[in-house]
């Protein structure tokens, strides 16, 4: 269908991953850092040259715009969704973009640091591309494909619309989002201005995937009071907790119950951080299933392991705190089957077969299902994310930015 359409996806996508928009998680701000409103602003402006109109970017870094209708039809109003910063795993900054063209097949060492070697081996989907173009980093830092190659997707997708008028659809909403990877995505989105009655996420992996399964997660807290004294007087009177608090990650399964020891549909439990001094300390866990009742089931074992540890020591004690981060998502989208079903007829529509597969994760579009905008995940094409062997294939990009065409047009058919 966009076959003879010059497609703006890898150039778009090529500047985008050189402005740096790491991410905070220890920052309290919103957005957690000022640098994502660098590409927000940009993203901004350039809507506002394809003729969006009212496309802005907010004081907490979201970007808002509207690509109006230009059917007769009585349309729900869909939304297309990307994140702009970059996870704190690995470095965002001064991100060297490399064009692989007509890649083949062989190992990439990548040049900025020579221990990097993308290969076949491992990672399999390369064979996918021979033949066809690629985008790595330079070895020094992540690419930044998750997610500004959702970025990049939805702004050629604008482009298109606005250039090719002929495309019936209704009226779509544009949201780009801060602070996804550190769980704030959502802390300062206003849907009562974006106006959108149904979503889709685009920060999925290989073509064809279509995510409408995340795990429930919640965020979990041990902190232990231990027993103060001078370092120099503190005989049978200190109790360390830090000491404490490795015993009770010393305590934790062997072959199970982490991240490290599970796959598919089994959940888990991950210790992400300590923190403290020998008076009081505590460790940030986050727990994960696909089955939100589960969640509980493995923050009561968490706590008991902490228990049977801290019962041990005389006057020592500790407080176990939960916080909710986000819910599976298919239990709202299940009651909005259209949602999925539309996007599924959009791929076949593309040529593309379904993988449907849950997130061992979550989007944006959990919490958004949630707060009364149903959202699955569309693939973009990144591989290796979060890493700095981060790649992904152009040809990927294309076919995501005319699954969104056709999307828009399966809306419009389906409509009265």
């Known amino acids: 269908m966009l076959e003879n359409y010059q497609h703006s996806v890898t150039e778009r996508f090529l500047q985008y991953v050189q402005i740096d928009t790491q991410s905070n998680p220890q920052s309290e701000t919103h957005p957690?850092?000022?640098?994502?409103?660098?590409?927000?602003?940009?993203?901004?402006?350039?809507?506002?040259?394809?003729?969006?109109?009212?496309?802005a970017a907010d004081e907490f870094g979201y970007v808002?715009?509207?690509?109006?209708?230009?059917?007769?039809?009585?349309?729900?109003?869909?939304?297309?969704c990307s994140h702009v910063d970059t996870a704190p795993d690995c470095s965002g900054t001064n991100v060297k973009p490399i064009v692989h063209k007509n890649y083949s097949g062989n190992d990439i060492?990548?040049?900025d640091d020579t221990t990097q070697i993308l290969s076949v081996k491992d990672y399999p989907y390369l064979k996918e591309h021979i033949g066809n173009t690629i985008i790595t980093a330079s070895g020094n830092t992540l690419l930044g494909a998750d997610d500004k190659a959702g970025v990049a997707i939805i702004m050629d997708m604008v482009q298109y619309m606005t250039t090719h008028p002929e495309i019936k659809h209704g009226t779509i909403k544009i949201l780009f989002t801060?602070?996804?990877?550190v769980g704030q995505g959502t802390a300062k989105v206003d849907l009562q201005k974006l106006g959108a009655d149904f979503g889709y996420t685009l920060d999925g992996g290989e073509l064809g995937t279509l995510e409408d399964e995340t795990f429930s997660a919640d965020a979990a807290t041990i902190t232990v009071n231990g027993i103060i004294a001078h370092p120099g007087y503190a005989k049978n009177k200190l109790v360390n907790a830090l000491k404490i608090v490795g015993e009770i990650l010393a305590a934790l399964p062997k072959n199970e119950f982490s991240p490290e020891t599970t796959e598919e549909r089994e959940g888990f439990v991950h210790p992400v951080s300590i923190e403290g001094i020998a008076e009081k300390a505590s460790i940030h866990f986050i727990v994960?299933?696909?089955?939100?009742?589960?969640?509980?089931?493995?923050?009561a074992r968490l706590q008991q392991i902490a228990e049977n540890i801290v019962s041990t020591y005389q006057g020592v004690t500790m407080q176990f705190d939960?916080?909710?981060?986000?819910?599976?998502?298919?239990?709202?989208l299940d009651k909005n089957p259209q949602v999925v079903a539309y996007a599924e007829e959009a791929y076949k529509?593309?040529?593309i077969s379904v993988v449907n597969e849950p997130i061992r994760g979550g989007t944006d579009g959990s919490r958004l299902s949630f707060m009364g905008l149903p959202s699955p995940n569309i693939f973009t094409g990144m591989q290796a994310i979060h890493s700095k062997k981060e790649w992904i294939g152009v040809k990927d990009m294309e076919k995501a930015v005319e699954v969104l065409v056709h999307l828009a047009q399966v809306w419009e058919e389906k409509s009265k």
């Open 109 to 111: 060492v990548l040049p």
């Open 288 to 299: 994960r299933d696909f089955v939100t009742a589960n969640l509980a089931k493995h923050e």
């Open 32 to 55: 957690t850092t000022v640098k994502q409103k660098d590409l927000s602003n940009l993203l901004a402006q350039q809507l506002q040259v394809l003729g969006l109109k009212d496309a």
């Open 349 to 351: 529509r593309s040529g």
């Open 178 to 181: 801060p602070d996804e990877e």
């Open 322 to 332: 939960v916080h909710e981060q986000y819910r599976n998502m298919k239990e709202v």
């Open 64 to 80: 808002y715009a509207t690509i109006p209708s230009n059917s007769n039809k009585k349309i729900p109003v869909i939304c297309f």
